[in-house]
């Protein structure tokens, strides 16, 4: 399981830097979402993500991440708006956490009923 705190300019750039996939660090923010996130996941994934930035909200977002060596990851996405007052500086503040057992044994739960 892979867990990771997050701390990012306003934009999202950093969104995966907690969870050590260097692909998706290094990637301008439209790129990572195309190249990273499931694609089945990603409107919603977008649609969330900027609402929130747009309206100066908290989210919560789950989504499949594609990992280069083509594993998926199951994750839930946790982010605030948070403004220092004195610099300007915008930037979300959060938590990406791993839920591929917990998406998995729901997968093995819904096969045994």
Aim: one cysteine or more; a negative charge.
């Amino acid at each position: 399981m892979v867990s990771g705190f997050l701390i990012s300019p306003y934009d999202h750039d950093s969104i995966f830097s907690g969870l050590a996939i260097e692909i998706c660090r290094t990637l301008p923010p439209d790129e990572r979402v195309r190249r990273c996130v499931h694609p089945d996941d990603q409107p919603a994934y977008r649609a969330e993500v900027e609402a929130a930035r747009h309206e100066g909200r908290a989210y919560n977002v789950a989504y499949r991440l594609l990992r280069p060596d083509g594993a998926v990851l199951h994750l839930e996405e946790t982010a605030e708006p948070w403004h220092d007052p004195a610099t300007g500086t915008r930037r979300l503040v959060g938590f990406i956490d791993d839920v591929t057992p917990r998406a998995a044994a729901r997968v093995e739960l819904e096969r045994l009923c």
